[in-house]
C-alpha cells in the first residue's frame, strides 16, 4: 500500500510539472547561415511558438542564468548583456528595453522565450544581422541573399500567364523541361510566397527539386511554354506564358490577289502624333518598414497586403497598357507620406493611387472603400487661384513663358474634380468584383493625397479586422480580383481623359 501510495504521489507530482515539449509547430524553423542550413527546434505553448535558451547558447554562443536580483534572465554576448523579463513580455538589451509578444517562460527544467527574442533583443548585440521570416519559416543569420520569390497566376485564359517576382533581383536561369518551367535563382536562399494551387494550363507552383528553384507544373493540355526575364526597379520578373495544345487546322485557300488597277493609289493619311494622357502611373503601398498599418487578429500585416496587391497591378498595367508604373516602394522599408507625394510629382506621374487596408473596433465592419481629397477653405482658394494665375518668366531670347505656381501641399487642388471622377470609377469597378463598405465612396482631408500633382485617389481594400475579410485578403484570388478591377477603371478613367482632351 506504501509503494502504491508513494508512485501516486511521484505521478501527480510529474503530472503537475510544465510540459517542456509543448506541441511541435506544422513546418520546422530553418536557421540560414554562411556554413548552410540546419533545423531549429521550437515549440509551441498556449499559442506562442518558442525557443529554448538551451538551444540559443549552442547555436549563438551566448551564456544564460538566472538572476534574482534583477527579476529575469540574463544572457550575455562577448560581453553586451540582455536582461530577459519573467513576468512581462519585454527585455532590456544594453539598458534599452524592446517588446516582446510574451515573456521568457519555465517548461520543466528549461527556460524558454519567443523567437521574436531573436531579431529584437539578441539582434542589436550579435555581431551578424538576424532576420526572422516567419510566413517562410527561415531564420537568417548574416548577409546573406534570400529574395522573396511571390508567385501568382495573373490570367487562366488559355493562354495561362503566370509572374515570378523576385525581391531584391538575383540572377535568373530559365529552362522548358517537358511539362515543366524550372527558374533557378542565384541566391543563399529563398524566402517563398507560392500560391497554394494552380490555374488554367498551370497545375502547381511549387518549390524546385533542386536548391534555390521554383518549378511550374503545367497540365497535360498545355503547349509549348514561353518564358522571359527582366529587371526593373531592383525586382526581376519571370513571365511565363503557356498556351493550350492547338487541334490541327485544315490549310485556308489561298486568297487571289485582286487585279491590278492604272488609277494611282490614294494618298496616306497623315497622322498626327500626340502624347498619351497615361504615360507613367505611380502606385503607393501604403505603409512599410516598423510602420505595419493595421493588423488582423491573425497576424496579417497591412504593409504586406499593400504590396502584394501593388506588384500585381503593376504587372497588369505594363503588360497591357505598356505605360510606365512606378511603386513608391517595392520592398519593406519606411516612407513618408510626403516623400510618396514626392515620388509621384518626380516622375511626372499622370495617375496617383494609394493602397490601402482598413481596420475597425467593430469586427463585423468589412467592405471595400474608395477615398479622394476633400479641400478646406484655403484648399479651395488654392484651387481657384490655380484656375487663373500665373507666372511669366524670362528665357532664353528675350521672350517670356507661363507657368502655373502652387504651393506643393496644395497641389492636389487643381486635380480634385478629375481626382473625384477617379474615385467614382474606382468605387463602379469595384463593386463589380468585391463587396463594399458602408461608406464606399468618400472625401477626406488626407495627406497623402494633397501633395500629388495629377489625379489621384485611395483604396481601401477591406477590413483586415474582419475575421473572413482578413483571410479574403490573403487569397491569391481576392488580392488578382481587387488588382482586375483597378486596372479596368484606370482604362475608364483613360478614356475620361482622352474625351476631354483640347483638340
Known sequence: MRATATTVIILLLVLSQPQAQGTPPGTPLTLVTREGRRPVPTTVLSGQELIALDDLASLFQVSVREDTLAGGLTITYRGRTIVASTDQPMASVAGRVVALPAPAVRAGRRWLVPLEFLPRALGPIYDQRIDLRRPARLLVVGDLRVPRVTARIDAAGPPTRATIEIAPAAPVALAVDGGRVIVRIDADALDLALPTGGGGLIEQVRAGDQPNSVTVVLS??????????????????????????????????????????????????????????????????????????????????????????????????????????????????????????????????????????????????????????????????????????????????????????????????????????????????????????????????????????MPAALVEMGYITNRAQENLLRSDTYQASLAQAIYDAILRFREYLEEGRTP
Not at 317 to 345: F, H
Not at 419 to 430: C, D, H, N, P, Q
Open 220 to 453: 497535360g493540355r498545355a503547349g509549348p511554354a514561353r518564358a522571359a526575364a527582366t529587371e526593373a526597379d531592383a525586382v526581376a520578373r519571370v513571365a511565363i506564358e503557356v498556351p493550350s495544345i492547338a487541334p490541327p487546322t485544315a490549310a485556308a485557300p489561298a486568297t487571289p490577289l485582286p487585279p491590278p488597277t492604272s488609277e494611282p493609289a490614294s494618298p496616306l493619311p497623315v497622322l498626327t502624333a500626340s502624347r498619351p494622357v497615361l504615360q507613367t502611373i505611380v502606385i503607393d503601398p501604403g505603409h512599410g518598414g516598423e510602420d505595419v498599418g493595421a493588423r488582423g487578429a491573425g497576424g496579417t500585416e497591412e504593409k504586406q497586403i499593400t504590396l502584394d496587391v501593388a506588384r500585381r497591378l503593376r504587372t497588369i498595367i505594363e503588360a497591357r497598357l505598356g505605360v510606365r508604373v512606378v511603386l513608391t516602394r517595392d520592398e519593406d522599408r519606411a516612407i513618408s507620406l510626403d516623400e510618396r507625394a514626392a515620388v509621384a510629382n518626380n516622375g511626372k506621374a499622370d495617375l496617383f493611387l494609394s493602397l490601402h487596408v482598413n481596420a475597425s473596433v467593430a469586427p463585423t465592419v468589412a467592405g471595400v472603400e474608395v477615398f479622394h481629397l476633400r479641400l478646406d477653405r484655403e484648399g479651395e482658394d488654392a484651387r481657384r487661384a490655380a484656375e487663373t494665375q500665373a507666372v511669366s518668366l524670362p528665357v532664353l531670347g528675350g521672350a517670356t513663358r507661363t507657368i502655373d505656381v502652387v504651393r506643393w501641399d496644395l497641389a492636389q487642388a487643381r486635380h480634385v474634380k478629375a481626382s473625384a471622377v477617379l474615385a467614382g470609377i474606382l468605387e463602379e469597378e469595384l463593386q463589380e468584383q468585391a463587396a463594399m463598405g458602408p461608406r464606399p465612396l468618400q472625401e477626406a482631408p488626407l495627406r497623402v493625397l494633397t501633395g500629388a500633382n
